[in-house]
């Protein structure tokens, strides 16, 4: 917050935000990507000493070549970090959608104590987890829509 | 089950590829790919059908039903969102505590 980064909140966290009861182990988040946005996030990242955690190095990571910047994020849709906070994903182009913009217009806006953030709207949580299929995210599809129900039972959609 | 998974188990144990089952039932390969990504939902007729074709039948049966994760979704929503996220911390250093008592030691 402190680097005003624009980002959504997507995955777990942003489910469980929503009122989803699943746990969950990792933060994932779709940042604007304006340049301005990309310079601001990697300021954030080379503050919280954030390391890059490919597939097989998730538990260490490894610091990038030299400090993060907006051109760490060039032609990337997806990066894994490891963080002191924990594990941390950022995806500029989640599966099924052309990224922040796309997300923007349903995003759901929640407070935290004195923070404000915006979260993705349980609607584009299904479609990226119909895009990207696979028994485990479709798996997770029959919750959301439970979840969904009961939302807009409440006026909370 | 959802009918996206039961296609899927049924094809996955008959060993027939989305092309080898769609010429069985005489469905386009699309429909298929459709229906295990989750982005159809076909009729009980067309699940049958599908199944058959794959060599299973499908067994209804009425069951009571199973409100868990309802419930745990209704208590979700009654919280503030600061409270939500508290709780998965609280589970989260729970689980992380949790230590397997070596098989010796057992009582």
């Known amino acids: ?157 | 089950m959802a009918a996206w998974a039961l296609l899927r188990e049924a094809r996955a144990q008959a060993r027939l590829s989305q092309r080898a089952l769609a010429e069985r039932a005489e469905v386009a390969q699309s429909e298929i790919a459709r229906i295990e990504g989750g982005r159809q939902d076909p009729s009980l007729t067309r699940l049958e059908q599908l199944l058959r074709a794959a060599g299973y039948d499908l067994k209804l049966e009425l069951v009571p039903h199973d409100d868990h994760d309802e419930r745990l979704i209704r208590q979700m929503l009654a919280l503030p969102v600061a409270e939500r996220l508290d709780s998965l911390e609280e589970q989260s250093d729970f689980f992380a505590s949790v230590r397997e008592v070596p098989r010796g030691a057992r009582k």
């Open chain 1, 1 to 157: 917050m402190r680097h005003r980064v624009r980002f959504i909140i997507l995955g777990g966290i942003a489910e469980r935000m929503l009122g989803s009861p699943r746990t969950t182990d990792d933060f994932d988040i779709c940042p604007a990507a304006t340049r301005a946005n990309l310079d601001r996030l990697a300021a954030m990242l080379n503050d919280v000493k954030a390391l890059w955690a490919p597939s097989g190095t998730e538990e260490t990571g490894f610091a990038p070549v030299e400090s993060w910047n907006a051109a760490s994020f060039k032609a990337q849709t997806s990066l894994a970090l490891i963080t002191a906070y924990g594990k941390f994903d950022l995806w500029f182009r989640p599966d099924g959608t052309t990224g922040y913009d796309d997300l923007l217009e349903k995003a759901v806006e929640v407070e935290v104590g004195v923070l404000k953030a915006k979260v993705v709207h349980l609607e584009d949580s299904m479609r990226i987890k119909r895009t990207i299929g696979g028994t485990k995210y479709l798996g997770h599809l029959p919750l959301l829509r439970d979840l969904q129900r009961q939302r807009r039972e409440q006026g909370l959609d």
